[in-house]
């Protein structure tokens, strides 16, 4: 079964440091991965999404993923952090039945 | 601007009562979801819909019921609320698997 893990529950930077949060993936075929972002007590965001085509995507609010599949990791990255970048990310993939599957999530924090 | 829109968005009632999270888009898609998410916890699938007259459990067993009458509108409903509903519901809408899902800002219930 396709699942994404997401190994760090904690990550915490200081402001204009880069970012890097980590995914790994479990599927044999080339999977539709995507990087949500939820600010406390909000909906999910959209940030980027991957299917196919070049490996390097590029999101929205200065983010970046690359897929990597000798890897099987999908990591988002930011040059900059800002104070606002503080939330919950989300890594999730979607299965051949249109249902999404939620990594667990990892707590971004942000030092002034 | 297409959109998907949940009201309300916080709701605070007494047990026993009967709710209903309302829930529509403006996009025409097909597919719509709703997802309970504890705090800080990871989202979790109570229902979905691939159309009109198609509802569908999700993994997380749940006591609330849905109804898909019309595209845009994806209502879920809890007969009798208790306490241990008390949680985020977040709606969402996909066009396809390559697309993602959008949500909306969610409902925050708590039920007392």
């Known amino acids: 079964a396709q699942s994404v893990t997401q190994p760090d529950i904690h990550i915490t930077v200081s402001e204009g440091a880069s970012l890097e949060l980590r995914c790994n993936y479990s599927?044999?075929?080339?999977?539709?991965l995507f990087w949500y972002v939820q600010s406390p007590g909000q909906g999910l965001q959209l940030l980027l999404k991957?299917?196919?085509?070049?490996?390097l995507v590029q999101g929205i609010k200065g983010f970046e993923a690359e897929f990597k599949r000798s890897q099987s990791s999908f990591n988002l990255r930011k040059p900059s952090v800002h104070w606002s970048d503080a939330a919950e990310y989300f890594c999730?993939?979607?299965?051949?039945?249109?249902?999404?599957?939620f990594g667990s999530g990892t707590r971004l924090l942000v030092r002034p | 601007e297409a959109d998907i829109y949940q009201t309300p968005r916080y709701l605070v009632i007494g047990t026993g009562k009967k709710i209903t999270l309302e829930c529509s888009q403006t996009?025409?898609?097909?597919?719509m979801y709703w997802y309970q998410q504890d705090p800080g916890m990871e989202l979790h699938l109570i229902h979905y819909?691939?159309?009109?007259?198609?509802?569908e459990k999700g993994d997380l067993s749940s006591e609330s019921t849905v109804s898909r009458i019309r595209t845009e509108h994806f209502p879920l409903t809890l007969e009798s609320a208790r306490p241990s509903h008390t949680s985020q519901y977040l709606c969402?809408?996909?066009?396809?698997?390559?697309?993602?899902?959008?949500f909306g800002s969610g409902t925050r219930l708590t039920v007392v």
């Open positions: 819909s691939y159309g009109v007259n198609s509802t």
């Open positions: 969402a809408s996909s066009g396809g698997q390559g697309w993602g899902y959008t």
């Open positions: 999730v993939t979607m299965d051949s039945s249109y249902k999404l599957i």
């Open positions: 996009m025409g898609h097909d597919k």
């Open positions: 599927y044999g075929a080339t999977p539709y």
């Open positions: 991957y299917f196919s085509g070049d490996t």
